[in-house]
């Protein structure tokens, strides 16, 4: 640690202004330093999926279970156990079951008292790992007092079980045990969990990403690694017309509508007038939609709205490859590639025919081009997604709490990939005329997605708006991970070999040792216990989600129901408390009211474990290299104190 110089040390001194007062900051900031690490919590690719999102972080992935084992392992049944948990996890619905079962008043007082006093043992052995100020200022305000009695040792107290029994008594002859349990729930939760990462992908596909979000903007210790989903909900909340095609077309696809509709208020009106205008008497057979149950006009509407965002998608992407050359997608201007004499197209040295000839808003010789009524359309969209306030508290918190990449504690946290060449080394890729790779490449783009919400340079911000597009689709974004997005190809032609996203090179490369120790050294890390941790790719049935002899470890294994048929599973998380990692493999979520009825829990399996060999403290963390920091700035000012060269301040002289 370098000498700090006087003025700085005049400044410490305003906080800490006698030898006293620095002497107890010290002590508390050591005391701290061996203290257990807290436990991180890592959660990637919900896809919209709220009741199977909410349900983990709830249970904290089998965390919140453990803890409970540990305390009653030994003295509860099963059933006795998995009540308790559900307690925890939706006290509200639990205590409404419970009433609801007709238990009269004497015997709904003796469940209160039985379920207080496990939970009060539960919240002492969760808090024991934290300082007193630490636990003080997670609890809820309104019963702060009452907990910190109850879970707090008083040797002062000669009948100790007695003046327990007295708050408890109290808490539920006054009628406050609901508004008490569901308070000391969520300070166990809370300090079960110290910390959340979220590693992409909150959007498309599920019906919630709205409803996870709003959890979010709550919780007490978070940090987001931004997926390719959520930069093109990103670039439509900034006005980009391109992704606001696309994530509509993402909620048409899915049969999700309605979170634009009912969950962000999107006025979708203008398009569907515009749809049922232009393609009213076509079946759009080629349009179909996933993952719906709307039948009749509505399942007409919703392939109407399929189509017409699809080809106003088509058009817009071709505009800005025409646009933006530098961005090396010529490729993708697919409208312009076809032939409208016989409406067949020319990919790759081969000719397929079209699917669907009925392209009645394309101009042969301008294909690109808007009409006049999708113009107006997309006007419309463009003003609805700008003004949504809902939606722009979202993406404030993506942008508050969120980056392309985290280095946290040891471990690379991000959602997608690293641009690789096929020999292992950084790829070199060109944005705006800078030839970037590695770290400076991520931080680069991490610079220009925030100039498309916050720069006053209008050209920057342009280059910002157009650069969450790239990121979202182009085959050098660390987040896209494939050769190309083949969304034309899917839906227009029937030759499968059309459609198929080759990988990048980081896919089959992470199995080796060297290229991975190259990308964690790129970041600053290194040793035995530096991980890669990313999603993104679903696992697939039967392969092993930890590459590279457990130092990478991708933890998507489906939480979005339109993966689960090829992963056979709803998702890994993934655990890092003071003992070492855990990855979890989880079960289909059946739905919140089983949860509560029955104690069903979502069953989880630990798939790999690296345990530590001494439990880590939080001296192991990068918190406890910022305290060190913090100690030897005021052991410096000690020495100043001490030494007369920097007075105490409130202390009078001595003469």
Partial sequence: MKKLDRRYLERLSELYRTIAEASTEIINLNSILNLPKGTEHFITDIHGEYEAFSH?????????????????????????????????????????????????????????????????????????????????????????????????????????????????????????????????????????????????????????????????????????????????????????????????????????LDILEDGYGINLLPLAQFATNTYGDDPCEFFQTKGTETIGNEREMNVRIYKAICILQFKLEGQLVKKRKEFGMEDRNLLEKINYGDYTIELNGKTYNLLDRNLPTVDPKDPNALSKEEQYVMERLEGAFVNCKRLQRHMELLLRKGSLYKVYNGNLLFHGCMPLTEEGEFKEVEIYGRRLKGKALLDYLDTLVRRAFYSHNPEHREQGKDILWWIWCNKDSPLFGKDKMATFERIMLAEKET????????????????????????????????????????????????????????????????????????????????????????EPFTSMEDAVATGVDIHSDYVAAEAYPYRLSVGDTDIGVKIREQIDELEQLLEAYRSGDIAERNRRRRY
């Fill in 56 to 256: 983990v972080l709830r249970n904290g992935s089998g965390a919140v279970r453990k803890k409970i084992n540990e305390v009653y392992g030994r003295t509860l049944s099963e059933k006795d156990i998995r009540e308790l948990a559900t307690l925890i996890y939706y006290p509200s619905e639990k205590i409404a079951l419970v009433k609801k079962a007709g238990h009269g008043p004497t015997e709904m007082d003796d469940w209160y008292r039985v379920m207080l006093y496990r939970l009060i043992e539960v919240c002492k052995y969760v808090s024991s790992k934290y300082t007193r100020s630490k636990v003080r200022k997670a609890m809820p305000e309104e019963y702060a007092y009452v907990i910190e009695e109850l879970i707090t040792e008083r040797n002062d107290i000669a009948d100790k079980q007695q003046y327990y029994d007295s708050i408890v008594n109290t808490i539920i002859r006054i009628g406050r045990a609901d508004s008490f349990i569901k308070a000391i729930a969520e300070l166990i939760r809370r300090m079960v969990v110290d910390h959340l990462h979220i590693l992409g992908d909150i959007y498309d596909r599920g019906y919630g990403p709205a409803e996870i979000m709003d959890v979010l903007m709550d919780y007490h210790s978070l940090d987001i690694q931004w997926g390719n989903h959520d930069i093109e909900w990103m670039g439509a909340a900034a006005g980009h017309w391109a992704c606001i095609a696309n994530v509509i077309r993402f909620c048409a696809r899915y049969g999700n």
């Fill in 499 to 586: 459609y198929e996203e080759k990988k990048t090179p980081y896919y089959r490369l992470i199995e080796e040792d060297e290229v991975v120790t190259r990308i964690l050294a790129e970041f600053g890390l290194e040793g035995e216990h530096a991980h890669i941790i990313n999603g993104h790719v679903p696992v697939k049935r039967g392969e092993n989600p930890t590459k590279c002899n457990g130092r990478v470890l991708v933890i998507d294994g489906g939480f979005s129901k339109a993966y689960q048929g090829t992963t056979g599973i709803a998702g890994y998380t993934l655990v890092f408390n003071s003992w070492g990692m855990r990855l979890i493999a989880h």
